[in-house]
């Protein structure tokens, strides 16, 4: 079956503008996280939805990150005035509930140049 | 100090030979260890999901959980140059606290 989807794979911008991250889950997964992974580290949990709501986003670093699941499938990580700092690999990963495994995507790299 | 500590190698182990890898932890509430597998510019893969401690075994895999210590393995055996990427641990409180820790991961590589 489809696994947890997300696009673009690559995103390069430069700093100061604005870019979103797509991720689709896995159908009828309620649970939707999206974690960073710097170069050489494991990733780093970023904000947790239980549905449509964000039931923890106690990861995001500032307010310039961002995220929505208006519909309870698909999310998007929203990110303003990127810094070069932002550089990373995004991760999403999805479970069918919250107490389930979490299946992870490809993953977009994100580069500000 | 990272809640999730893990060597991040490099480890480099001739084909066939038993691995060993380890993660320590310092938060007792986890209750949920996983290992993934992460290959270049890919997402992790689960590979095994442990709760508590105790064994578990999968085919070559075997992942072993000592709470009491805050220590996690990750055995491989018989290893093969197809084993050869990143290793991943990664736990959770569960209940409510459902976000993943993972340690920095260890780079393995299977030399035919």
């Known amino acids: 079956g489809a696994g947890v989807s997300q696009t673009p794979s690559n995103k390069v911008t430069e700093k100061g503008k604005y870019v979103e991250l797509r991720c689709d889950p896995i159908?009828?997964?309620?649970?939707l996280y999206w974690y960073r992974q710097s170069l050489g580290q494991g990733p780093e949990f970023l904000i947790y939805f239980q549905g449509t709501g964000a039931a923890d986003d106690s990861g995001l670093p500032n307010d310039r990150f961002f995220a929505v699941r208006p519909e309870g499938s698909v999310s998007t990580l929203k990110i303003q005035r990127t810094e070069r700092g932002d550089s990373a690999v995004y991760l999403c990963a999805s479970s069918r509930d919250p107490r389930d495994t979490q299946y992870f995507g490809p993953g977009t790299r994100l580069t500000v140049l | 100090q990272k809640e999730v500590e893990q060597d991040p190698g490099p480890l480099s182990v001739p084909e066939g030979a038993i691995v060993s890898l380890n993660c320590t932890y310092s938060n007792s509430a986890f209750q949920y260890f996983m290992w993934y597998r992460q290959y270049s510019r890919k997402g992790p893969e689960l590979l095994m999901y442990?709760?508590?401690?105790g064994n578990k075994e999968d085919g070559r895999f075997t992942a072993q959980v000592d709470k009491s210590s805050k220590y996690i393995s990750l055995f491989i055996r018989d290893s093969q140059p197809s084993d050869s990427a990143t290793y991943l641990c990664a736990m959770s409180a569960g209940t409510g606290a459902n976000n993943l820790f993972f340690g920095t991961g260890t780079r393995l590589t299977v030399i035919p």
């Open positions: 442990t709760y508590s401690s």
């Open positions: 159908s009828g997964h309620t649970a």
